[in-house]
Protein backbone atom coordinates (compact mmCIF):
# COMPACT_ATOMS: atom_id res chain seq x y z
CA UNK A 1 0.00 0.00 0.00
CA UNK A 2 1.05 3.08 -0.84
CA UNK A 3 1.19 5.43 2.19
CA UNK A 4 2.50 8.67 3.62
CA UNK A 5 3.08 9.09 7.15
CA UNK A 6 4.11 12.25 8.57
CA UNK A 7 5.90 12.94 12.19
CA UNK A 8 7.21 15.96 14.23
CA UNK A 9 4.78 18.16 14.97
CA UNK A 10 4.50 20.09 17.82
CA UNK A 11 4.23 23.11 20.36
CA UNK A 12 6.56 25.39 19.45
CA UNK A 13 7.50 28.77 21.07
CA UNK A 14 7.49 32.19 18.06
CA UNK A 15 11.28 31.89 17.37
CA UNK A 16 11.92 28.14 18.01
CA UNK A 17 12.84 25.43 15.48
CA UNK A 18 11.01 22.22 14.09
CA UNK A 19 11.77 19.29 12.05
CA UNK A 20 8.65 17.65 10.32
CA UNK A 21 9.46 14.18 8.87
CA UNK A 22 7.39 12.01 6.62
CA UNK A 23 8.10 8.13 6.16
CA UNK A 24 7.15 6.58 2.64
CA UNK A 25 6.47 3.05 1.50
CA UNK A 26 4.54 1.33 -0.48
CA UNK A 27 6.23 2.91 -3.61
CA UNK A 28 9.76 3.68 -5.77
CA UNK A 29 10.73 6.80 -3.33
CA UNK A 30 13.37 7.78 -5.48
CA UNK A 31 11.07 7.76 -8.67
CA UNK A 32 9.28 10.66 -7.58
CA UNK A 33 9.31 14.63 -6.73
CA UNK A 34 8.06 15.04 -3.13
CA UNK A 35 6.54 18.33 -1.49
CA UNK A 36 5.03 19.56 1.81
CA UNK A 37 1.77 21.51 1.79
CA UNK A 38 0.07 23.37 4.80
CA UNK A 39 -3.19 24.65 6.14
CA UNK A 40 -3.49 26.63 8.80
CA UNK A 41 -7.01 26.02 11.12
CA UNK A 42 -9.79 26.90 9.50
CA UNK A 43 -7.96 27.85 6.47
CA UNK A 44 -7.44 26.74 3.00
CA UNK A 45 -4.51 24.50 1.32
CA UNK A 46 -0.96 26.53 0.96
CA UNK A 47 1.92 24.77 -0.81
CA UNK A 48 5.24 25.42 0.81
CA UNK A 49 7.93 23.82 -0.77
CA UNK A 50 8.94 20.94 -3.81
CA UNK A 51 12.00 19.01 -4.02
CA UNK A 52 13.03 16.84 -7.29
CA UNK A 53 14.16 13.04 -7.14
CA UNK A 54 17.76 13.31 -6.18
CA UNK A 55 17.64 16.38 -3.89
CA UNK A 56 19.40 18.73 -5.73
CA UNK A 57 16.34 20.81 -6.82
CA UNK A 58 14.45 23.13 -4.02
CA UNK A 59 11.53 25.28 -4.36
CA UNK A 60 9.92 27.51 -1.71
CA UNK A 61 6.95 29.72 -1.32
CA UNK A 62 8.27 33.43 -0.72
CA UNK A 63 7.12 33.61 2.86
CA UNK A 64 9.48 30.66 3.60
CA UNK A 65 12.33 30.99 1.53
CA UNK A 66 15.42 31.18 4.36
CA UNK A 67 13.46 30.13 7.11
CA UNK A 68 12.45 26.57 5.91
CA UNK A 69 14.80 23.21 4.28
CA UNK A 70 13.47 20.51 2.29
CA UNK A 71 15.47 17.42 1.94
CA UNK A 72 15.20 13.94 1.69
CA UNK A 73 16.94 10.72 2.36
CA UNK A 74 16.66 8.46 -0.65
CA UNK A 75 18.25 5.55 1.57
CA UNK A 76 15.60 5.98 3.89
CA UNK A 77 12.71 7.01 2.03
CA UNK A 78 12.29 9.98 3.73
CA UNK A 79 11.18 13.10 3.56
CA UNK A 80 11.77 16.23 5.33
CA UNK A 81 11.13 19.41 6.22
CA UNK A 82 13.52 21.80 8.88
CA UNK A 83 11.41 25.03 9.98
CA UNK A 84 13.43 28.03 11.83
CA UNK A 85 12.34 30.90 13.08
CA UNK A 86 9.10 29.97 13.41
CA UNK A 87 6.34 32.66 13.44
CA UNK A 88 2.81 32.89 14.39
CA UNK A 89 1.44 32.27 11.02
CA UNK A 90 3.46 29.29 10.83
CA UNK A 91 0.74 27.58 12.47
CA UNK A 92 -0.83 24.65 10.89
CA UNK A 93 -1.45 20.83 9.42
CA UNK A 94 1.42 20.11 7.19
CA UNK A 95 0.71 17.43 4.77
CA UNK A 96 3.64 15.87 3.10
CA UNK A 97 2.64 14.74 -0.71
CA UNK A 98 3.90 12.79 -3.34
CA UNK A 99 4.14 14.67 -7.01
CA UNK A 100 2.91 12.94 -9.73
CA UNK A 101 1.63 14.33 -13.47
CA UNK A 102 2.51 17.75 -12.03
CA UNK A 103 -0.30 17.48 -9.48
CA UNK A 104 -0.18 16.11 -5.23
CA UNK A 105 -1.53 12.32 -5.79
CA UNK A 106 -0.02 10.87 -2.84
CA UNK A 107 -1.20 13.01 0.73
CA UNK A 108 0.07 12.12 4.10
CA UNK A 109 -2.70 12.51 7.07
CA UNK A 110 -0.76 15.56 8.28
CA UNK A 111 1.27 16.49 11.54
CA UNK A 112 -0.03 19.63 13.41
CA UNK A 113 2.33 22.57 14.14
CA UNK A 114 1.32 25.45 16.64
CA UNK A 115 3.36 28.18 16.87
CA UNK A 116 2.70 30.37 20.31
CA UNK B 1 2.49 34.67 -8.87
CA UNK B 2 -0.73 33.17 -10.41
CA UNK B 3 -3.69 33.97 -8.25
CA UNK B 4 -6.59 31.47 -8.25
CA UNK B 5 -10.16 32.67 -7.57
CA UNK B 6 -13.05 30.24 -6.75
CA UNK B 7 -16.15 31.34 -5.39
CA UNK B 8 -16.23 30.15 -1.38
CA UNK B 9 -19.90 28.65 -1.45
CA UNK B 10 -21.98 27.03 -4.02
CA UNK B 11 -25.31 26.88 -3.95
CA UNK B 12 -26.70 23.76 -2.11
CA UNK B 13 -27.44 21.01 -4.16
CA UNK B 14 -29.83 17.93 -3.89
CA UNK B 15 -28.79 14.96 -3.90
CA UNK B 16 -28.45 13.12 -7.21
CA UNK B 17 -28.49 16.85 -9.04
CA UNK B 18 -25.56 18.02 -10.73
CA UNK B 19 -22.97 20.79 -9.07
CA UNK B 20 -20.38 22.91 -10.59
CA UNK B 21 -17.60 24.47 -9.66
CA UNK B 22 -15.16 27.16 -11.08
CA UNK B 23 -12.37 28.48 -11.07
CA UNK B 24 -9.83 31.50 -12.88
CA UNK B 25 -6.70 32.25 -12.52
CA UNK B 26 -5.09 35.30 -13.23
CA UNK B 27 -2.70 34.20 -16.38
CA UNK B 28 -3.01 31.59 -18.38
CA UNK B 29 -2.26 27.93 -17.03
CA UNK B 30 -0.63 26.84 -20.34
CA UNK B 31 2.97 25.70 -19.44
CA UNK B 32 5.89 26.01 -21.83
CA UNK B 33 5.17 22.55 -22.67
CA UNK B 34 1.71 22.60 -24.18
CA UNK B 35 0.23 21.45 -20.96
CA UNK B 36 -2.03 22.90 -18.64
CA UNK B 37 -1.46 21.91 -15.06
CA UNK B 38 -4.93 22.65 -13.66
CA UNK B 39 -6.11 19.64 -10.64
CA UNK B 40 -8.61 19.45 -8.32
CA UNK B 41 -8.74 18.11 -5.06
CA UNK B 42 -12.03 17.45 -2.58
CA UNK B 43 -11.15 17.74 1.24
CA UNK B 44 -13.50 16.23 3.09
CA UNK B 45 -14.46 16.96 6.76
CA UNK B 46 -11.26 16.01 8.58
CA UNK B 47 -9.42 14.50 6.13
CA UNK B 48 -6.53 15.35 4.08
CA UNK B 49 -7.09 16.27 0.69
CA UNK B 50 -7.78 13.79 -2.32
CA UNK B 51 -6.39 14.36 -5.89
CA UNK B 52 -9.36 14.41 -7.92
CA UNK B 53 -8.55 15.33 -11.61
CA UNK B 54 -4.85 16.24 -13.06
CA UNK B 55 -4.00 18.17 -16.06
CA UNK B 56 -7.81 20.29 -16.11
CA UNK B 57 -9.73 17.30 -17.18
CA UNK B 58 -8.17 13.25 -16.24
CA UNK B 59 -8.97 12.08 -13.33
CA UNK B 60 -6.93 9.97 -10.93
CA UNK B 61 -7.28 6.20 -10.47
CA UNK B 62 -10.23 5.35 -8.44
CA UNK B 63 -12.22 8.75 -8.92
CA UNK B 64 -15.77 7.89 -9.86
CA UNK B 65 -16.72 8.82 -12.96
CA UNK B 66 -19.48 11.49 -12.46
CA UNK B 67 -16.31 13.76 -11.50
CA UNK B 68 -15.49 15.66 -14.50
CA UNK B 69 -13.19 18.68 -15.49
CA UNK B 70 -12.96 21.09 -18.44
CA UNK B 71 -11.72 24.43 -19.67
CA UNK B 72 -8.88 25.82 -21.02
CA UNK B 73 -6.57 29.28 -20.92
CA UNK B 74 -7.69 30.86 -17.04
CA UNK B 75 -11.24 29.35 -16.80
CA UNK B 76 -11.89 26.04 -15.21
CA UNK B 77 -15.14 23.72 -14.04
CA UNK B 78 -15.58 20.80 -11.78
CA UNK B 79 -18.45 18.87 -12.46
CA UNK B 80 -20.32 16.33 -10.49
CA UNK B 81 -23.35 15.09 -12.31
CA UNK B 82 -24.93 13.51 -9.95
CA UNK B 83 -24.13 14.76 -6.32
CA UNK B 84 -24.30 12.21 -3.63
CA UNK B 85 -24.29 12.20 0.03
CA UNK B 86 -20.22 11.72 0.11
CA UNK B 87 -19.43 14.51 -2.01
CA UNK B 88 -19.85 17.31 0.30
CA UNK B 89 -17.15 19.00 1.59
CA UNK B 90 -14.61 21.57 0.00
CA UNK B 91 -12.98 21.74 -3.58
CA UNK B 92 -9.42 23.02 -4.38
CA UNK B 93 -8.38 23.92 -7.97
CA UNK B 94 -4.48 24.59 -7.84
CA UNK B 95 -1.91 25.52 -10.54
CA UNK B 96 1.43 23.12 -11.31
CA UNK B 97 2.15 25.55 -14.46
CA UNK B 98 4.23 28.26 -12.56
CA UNK B 99 6.28 28.38 -9.28
CA UNK B 100 4.87 29.07 -6.59
CA UNK B 101 2.17 26.50 -7.30
CA UNK B 102 -1.25 27.79 -5.68
CA UNK B 103 -4.38 26.58 -4.73
CA UNK B 104 -7.77 28.57 -4.62
CA UNK B 105 -9.26 29.08 -1.90
CA UNK B 106 -11.34 26.68 -1.97
CA UNK B 107 -15.77 26.04 -2.32
CA UNK B 108 -17.84 24.54 -0.19
CA UNK B 109 -20.32 21.60 -1.43
CA UNK B 110 -23.38 21.20 0.55
CA UNK B 111 -26.44 19.42 0.31
CA UNK B 112 -29.79 21.02 0.10
Known amino acids: EVQLVESGGDLVQPGGSLRLSCAAS????????MGWVRQAPGKGLEWVAN????????QYVDSVKGRFTISRDNAKNSLYLQMNSLRDEDTAMYYC??????????WGQGTMVTVS | DIVMTQPPLSSPVTLGQPASISCRSS???????????LSWLQQRPGQPPRPLIY???NRFSGVPDRFSGSGAGTDFTLKISRVEAEDVGVYYCMQATQVPWTFGQGTKVEIK
Open chain 1, 26 to 33: GFTFTSYW
Open chain 1, 97 to 106: ARHGLFAFEI
Open chain 2, 55 to 57: KTS
Open chain 2, 27 to 37: QSLVHSDGNTY
Open chain 1, 51 to 58: INRDGGTE
